[in-house]
């Protein structure tokens, strides 16, 4: 590697020698004394005149008898050559000599381009030859999981789904005496966070198999044919363990569709998804190697990836219901001091649609919350900070340069959201109003936990845009139209979100119908664009107005939130219970 970097630094040196050089000599070189025709004439009949080059159609080129060069204009007469002879003038019709200068010049461009193909010859060989320690796949050595199914805390149901494919590994015999083939290729998909590569390791601990673990932008490159390569690697590797799990995360990095929509391709990533292909096609079926590939969006991957004989099992890891989050957070709770005054079902109860990751930070943040304390051991006090960070962010110390004005208004959004969540969706808890800024950029927010739930409906859709709305409505209501700020910014993202969903791809609006508009953009159907945003925005308004109603009817309890958020700046579930129960509307 030293040699080649020395031998890069002569060539610099030596071009960057040679452009001096052109330099240097370009200013030495007198140019041609532009002389007009009637001089040239002139010094014809009086002998001055050496030579002529005649090359050029527009200008005659020349060398004076003391060595002097000169250029002047060619009037393109028939007899100029005859009169030059006479005159004893050496012609010459052929192309003018090549200066030393032009010589430098193109020995310059020729360095510079031998040193280019020179760098990417070098960069291409390092690829294609996949040297020890240079590709990445080279560098994986198995690892030998240590994570069980009892590790895995939740998705009963996914694990259920691939307890046989574990037989199937550890016993192929068993299952081909039945003319059974192993399933080649399992995908887990889900959410982010939600436990597929813990899921995979379990699967090969439970096998006790090497866990080939690879992501898929390892096999992402410029050049074409090196990912293809590094697949090859990477089979030829694990069936030399005879059995093993292939993990490939974030497989959507090389398994796109490849009929994509504007009609372009990419040929290494071509190359390296049909590398893939032909080596799943090629497993014998008892060989006892299985590949597991994780993705989040399992609707983006080419159909050649998800047919039988490739992966033949797709397994999706969902987000934790109550029992499973209950179980995670025992399981991460088991090595760190907990108070008894932690209820961890309460904490399962609050934490709806965590998945397993957020769950696990949330424990680390307490666990960081109690150290920075030093209690002794995580605290209640501890859990429902940390939760409320994960949630919202960090709150603001200095809240000095906050207005008052600013905060009334802060007060009033949070209170709108609070109360149309009580008087409209009242199997919604809301466990914590705040005016308090966080770091994540908050004024404040409302806590507002859905019950538990396998689908959305319709319903719980619409009254979720409702209380998004009821901010920017609240606002409206008590300091009018011109006052109202930005502060709704992300409550309408996600309303627009939400019910954008609900017209072009769930077929919830009776106008736009069961259409899927995803479907239609995908075949070239472009118009009905201008017919979803017109009914978003009708259904928008509709709803925008059902909530303002509902405020200004509900004026005085409205008044009553935010003021007690201005006196204490935070309420919790029990503190917004004793205020509707003032005024009747206990939900």
Known sequence: MKRKNKILIILVVLILSASVLTVLLQRRVPGPQKITYNAFRKAVQEGEVKKVYLTDEDRIK?????????????????????????????????????????????????????????????????????KPGKSPI??????????????VAGNEEAKESIQDLVDFIQNPEKYTKYGARLPRGVIFYGSPGTGKTLMAKAVAGEAGVPFFAVSGSDFVQVYVGVGASRIRE???????????????????ALGKKRDSADGSGNEERDQTLNALLSEMSGFHDNEGIVVIAATNRLDTLDEALLRPGRFDRHIEIQLPDIRSRLKILKLHAGNKP???????????????????????????????????RGGGCIAEEDMNKAFYTVVAGAEKKDRSAIAERDRKVTAYHEAGHALITRLMVPENRVSRITIIPSTKGAGGFSMNIPPDRMYYRKKDMENSIRIGLAGRAAEELIFGEKNITTGASNDLEKATETILNMVRRFGMNPKSGLLNYDVLYRNGMQQVQEEILQECKNTMDQFYREVRTLLQENRKILAAIAENLLARETLEERDLDAILETYGKAG
């Open 138 to 151: 080279n560098s994986i050595q198995p690892e030998k999981s240590t994570v069980h199914f009892s590790s």
């Open 62 to 130: 020349g060398v004076f008898k003391n060595g002097k060069s000169f250029l002047t204009d060619n009037p393109r007469r028939e007899n100029l050559k005859e009169i030059l002879l006479t005159k004893n003038i050496a012609v010459d019709e052929r192309a003018g000599r090549i200066q030393g200068s032009q010589i430098i010049g193109v020995v310059l461009m020729m360095s510079l381009f031998g040193v280019l193909v020179f760098t990417v010859q070098q960069n291409a060989s390092k690829q294609m030859q996949g």
């Open 234 to 252: 990477l089979f030829k590797k694990a069936r030399g363990y005879g059995k093993g799990v292939i993990f490939i995360d974030e497989i959507d």
């Open 338 to 372: 907990m108070d008894q005054s932690v209820d961890l079902e309460k904490v399962a109860q609050q934490t709806v649609y965590f998945s397993g990751a957020k769950l696990e930070n949330l424990l680390n943040e307490a666990a960081i919350l109690a150290a920075k």
